[in-house]
């Protein structure tokens, strides 16, 4: 295919040349209703691009399949056999490739370090999770994606389950061995679903970890405004194989998804996948070759430990690493993740990525350069200088990895929808949990509906919280108290 072409962007200059008025949505008119200051902040060039991809960029009657050949250019740039665009972000994108695997009270695998847009989809399709236990480094209290034999061994228990679903690269850039793992899968027919989300750059450099259309997953999800170029809400799902039909795939998509997509997401998702047929290896040769300087730069300032691949990669432990998520460890200056990434937001205007009880860690990418790296080391060598003054002595209670893991007592969606009450968090253990209780960021549910809650965990959620923890979706967000389910 002539991957030189960009189906919606072009649609996009059409539509702006043959001067139409539109007597449909979006109301805004093209900006001309618009709020001045509101275009003052935005751009005039917002509004003009943010037109109905129906009756606009294409025609309602006689498709000129503006969408359907940007997909399969997408497709056939990374190898994949159907690429479909989604504009909910991952978030709906993974949904919709469960939701093509298995139906309501059928078994999937899942590994337990799911994001919380898994949970979200096992408590909307009924689904039963069979939990795959990731690697844990109980010395750095931290968890590795789950391994093939993790995987082979669940299969065993549950041969019925309808497939597989692994998240990798996890937001710490450790990755599991996937081509192992879909081995696995492959030889009971079933298929393997990769949660991508942080991997839609994997594809377009030698030197990264192998993506997962390569390592033989049936379906792929990236989330393009991640790691790439687009635009948040931007994301991909990719298919190849048989095990999956294509038909079921885009069915469970137009399910879940939006009737309103956004042209300006499809067209950056569109400008990004020429963008790296053109220029990615290139533009990623610049951004391991930074990343590798500026971990080594980082890891000479005091108290600060950069994690490699000696730490997370190898037996018990992740199969690769992405560089470009630069993970630092401070603990050694006796402060938490929490409250250095919000000294280092006020004191020096950046924001990092992951904040955590012991690490902070900040994501490069194509786009980054000297200049954005010389703003975090002159930021991270302050944090250094001025570490003492961030000691809380709050310590945040970690249980070891045996106690982080709960019961699942009851079906996630059973529990969510079920009745429910509020309890004081000192009464909530061993009851049941009726709400998903996640850290953010990276956003991985410390506790699930339908788990049952310990002493451990509750204990780790609230001293976390008063180390600085954010628990987001909580119904008490202070976790004060806890939704749990109401005793027969």
Request: aromatic share 6%.
């Amino acid at each position: 295919m002539d991957q030189s072409k960009a189906p919606v962007l072009d649609a996009l200059a059409a539509y702006h040349e043959s001067s139409q008025t539109p007597f449909t949505p979006p109301g805004h008119k093209q900006g001309r209703g618009a709020d001045p200051r509101v275009r003052a902040v935005l751009g005039e060039a917002v509004f003009r691009s943010d037109v109905l991809a129906t009756s606009g960029l294409d025609d309602r009657t006689s498709s000129h399949g503006v969408l359907e050949e940007a997909q399969a250019l997408m497709a056939d740039d990374v190898g994949a056999e159907h690429a479909f665009f989604s504009t909910c972000g991952s978030s709906l994108s993974v949904k919709s490739a469960m939701l093509s695997v298995a139906g309501p009270h059928e078994k999937l695998l899942v590994g337990r370090d799911a994001h919380k847009s898994v949970v979200s989809g096992l408590i909307l399709s009924g689904i039963r999770p069979v939990w795959v236990d990731p690697q844990w480094d109980a010395e750095r209290h931290l968890a590795h994606p789950p391994t093939a034999e993790a995987f082979e061994a669940a299969f065993a228990e549950h041969p019925d389950a309808r497939g597989a679903l692994v998240t990798t690269p996890t937001p710490y850039g450790t990755c599991s061995d996937l081509a192992a793992i879909a081995a696995v899968c492959h030889r009971r027919g079933r298929p393997l679903i990769v949660d991508e989300a942080w991997g839609a750059h994997l594809p377009f450099h030698p030197d990264l970890p192998t993506w997962a259309m390569d390592a033989g997953a049936d379906v792929c999800v990236t989330s393009v405004h991640k790691m790439g170029s687009g635009l948040e809400q931007g994301s991909v799902f990719h298919l190849q194989g048989d095990l999956v039909r294509p038909e079921v795939l885009k069915s469970r998509e137009d399910l879940l998804g939006t009737t309103s997509p956004s042209s300006l997401v499809y067209a950056a998702l569109d400008g990004w996948r020429r963008q790296m047929v053109e220029q990615g290896e290139a533009l990623y040769d610049h951004a391991l070759a930074l990343a590798q300087k500026t971990r080594e730069r980082i890891s000479r300032i005091d108290g600060m430990h950069v994690h490699g691949r000696d730490d997370f990669c190898g037996p018990g432990r992740a199969a690769d690493l992405d560089p470009l998520q630069i993970i630092i460890d401070i603990s050694a200056r006796e402060v938490t993740g929490y409250h250095a990434a919000d000294w280092l937001r006020d004191k020096h205007r950046i924001n990092l990525h992951i904040a955590d009880h012991r690490r902070i860690s900040a994501q490069l990418t194509h786009a980054d350069d000297s200049d954005t790296a010389e703003v975090l080391l002159t930021a991270l060598t302050d944090l250094s200088a001025h570490a003492a003054e961030l000691r809380t002595g709050q310590p945040v209670d970690v249980p070891p990895p045996s106690r982080l893991r709960l019961e699942q007592a009851a079906l996630p969606r059973d529990a969510f929808f079920g009745r429910t009450e509020q309890v004081p968090w000192q009464e909530a253990e061993g009851r049941v949990a009726a709400e998903m209780l996640t850290p953010y960021p990276p956003g991985i549910p410390a506790a699930l509906p339908g788990e049952r809650l310990t002493g451990d965990v509750l204990r780790y959620l609230r001293t976390g919280v008063e180390a600085g923890m954010v628990v987001p979706d909580a119904a008490d967000t202070e976790v004060t108290s806890v939704r749990v389910l109401c005793e027969e």
